[in-house]
Each structure stands twice: as C-alpha cells, then as structure tokens.
C-alpha cells in the first residue's frame, strides 16, 4: 500500500504527468524538491517588512524524458542542482511581496531549462497564524508549445 507521501511523487496518479503523456510525451520524469526551507524577505504588511520568514517551497518538475541513463553519470540526466542554485539566486537581497509573485519567479526559471515540459510550484508561509500550520500558493505551469 502506498503512503500519501510515496502516492503524491508517483507520477503513475499524477494528473500533470498523465496530461504530458496524452499529449504526446513518451515518458515523463518528474524531480521533486519536498520543504526547501527558506528565510525570504517576503509580504505586504507593514509587520513584515525589513525582516524574513521562513517559506517552504515545494517543486514538481517535469521533464519529457525517454531515455534512461545508460552509464549512471550525471550529465545523462538533468541536474537539479541548478534548481536549488537559482532559486536561492532568485531571493538573495531582495524583498517580495506575494507569494504569488514567488511562485511565478520560480516557475518562470524551471521552464527555462529546455528539458523542462511542466513545472508545479508551492509556496508556504509557516508562521503566519498560530493555529495554522502554514498558508500558501500553488501553480501549475505547462511551457507553452
């Protein structure tokens, strides 16, 4: 039986994969980052200016992949180091104020990468109302073409 957990990264149920698949990709790869743990300078209000919160951030990633790696080297397959990198870059030194707006950033720079087909961003302040364990934004994004 599977966990909400292992379910949630099968790309088997996952209905972004299956749209890759029906229109026409002959395999999809998915790279998952899981609470990439974050101080962002980030909100509207006048509490949270000049200072960070700490932000989850959750990708999916999708790549049109149908080849396997054949010699278990790192440049057979797509690097999710550069992932993390740039979105690290993306944040350093600045202010956002939605997480509407982070969640397009992100988006916008995974779908750069020409392997990339689809990307899912999630976005989640953790320490806004004491009785809530977070509040955030998701988007689904498919690269146009």
């Not at 300078?41 to 509490?47: L, T």
């Not at 919160?53 to 690097?79: G, M």
Request: glycine share 6%; net charge negative; with cysteine.
């Amino acid at each position: 039986m599977n966990s909400p957990t292992s379910a949630m990264h099968d790309t088997g149920s996952d209905a972004i994969a299956a749209r890759l698949v029906e229109g026409g990709a002959a395999a999809v790869r998915k790279i998952f980052f899981r609470d990439l743990a974050l101080d962002i300078a980030i909100g509207v209000h006048a509490h949270e200016q000049g200072r960070t919160q700490r932000v989850h951030l959750n990708l999916d990633i999708y790549l049109a992949d149908t080849a396997a790696p054949r010699a278990d080297r790192l440049a057979e397959v797509f690097d999710y180091d550069a992932i993390r990198t740039g979105v690290l870059d993306l944040i350093a030194g600045r202010h956002i104020n939605l997480q509407e707006t982070l969640v397009e950033e992100v988006a916008a720079y995974c779908l750069a990468f020409d392997a990339v087909c689809a990307v899912r961003v999630a976005s989640e302040k953790v320490d806004i109302y004491p009785d809530v364990a977070g509040v955030g934004v998701a988007l689904v994004r498919f690269k146009a073409g």
